[in-house]
């Protein structure tokens, strides 16, 4: 199944699984994958900014909620990954947040942190309990 979100004539997300049943007597009611999802997010000019993958997603419409869970990876353009096992995804606020444990991965090192607020196309990230060192260039150093 495939399912393209879209606002104003732009698609913003398009969203791949191989199953997703839908649960209209949950309060509130939901759609569920239960077999594997991936998620492509688009910029404006319809170029893949990032993606994300995880073993299970749960939708819920009225929030504009998807929650992901289950091995959740998310990369971006510039070769960054985040895992963690759980993550929700806002599609009005176009944003990433988890309380969950994240490793992220660069292409010279990995920080890890207890939570974690991000753009849905991974290009900024807050981390909460930031652990680990970040190189810092020297010319970026406050004086």
């Given at each position: 199944m495939?399912?393209?979100?879209s606002?104003?004539?732009?698609?913003?997300?398009?969203?791949?699984?191989?199953?997703?049943?839908?649960n209209d007597e949950?309060k509130?009611?939901?759609?569920?994958?239960?077999?594997?999802?991936?998620?492509?997010f688009?910029?404006d000019?319809?170029?893949?900014?990032?993606?994300?993958?995880?073993?299970?997603?749960?939708?819920?419409?009225?929030?504009?909620?998807?929650?992901?869970?289950?091995?959740?990876?998310?990369?971006?353009?510039?070769?960054?990954?985040?895992?963690t096992?759980?993550?929700?995804?806002?599609q009005?606020?176009a944003?990433?947040?988890?309380?969950?444990?994240?490793?992220i991965?660069?292409?010279?090192?990995?920080?890890?942190?207890?939570?974690?607020?991000?753009?849905?196309?991974?290009?900024?990230?807050?981390?909460?309990?930031?652990?680990?060192?970040?190189?810092v260039?020297?010319?970026?150093?406050?004086?």
């Amino acid at each position: 199944m495939t399912i393209i979100y879209s606002e104003r004539g732009k698609v913003k997300a398009r969203f791949f699984s191989h199953e997703y049943i839908g649960n209209d007597e949950a309060k509130p009611p939901y759609m569920e994958g239960r077999k594997g999802i991936k998620v492509e997010f688009f910029n404006d000019s319809g170029v893949i900014q990032s993606t994300l993958t995880a073993k299970y997603a749960r939708y819920y419409e009225q929030q504009n909620n998807v929650l992901v869970r289950d091995s959740v990876v998310v990369n971006n353009i510039k070769g960054e990954r985040l895992n963690t096992e759980e993550l929700v995804w806002n599609q009005k606020a176009a944003k990433f947040f988890t309380e969950k444990p994240v490793i992220i991965t660069t292409a010279t090192q990995q920080i890890f942190g207890d939570g974690m607020e991000a753009n849905q196309d991974f290009s900024t990230y807050r981390i909460t309990n930031f652990k680990g060192t970040i190189d810092v260039k020297k010319s970026e150093m406050p004086h």
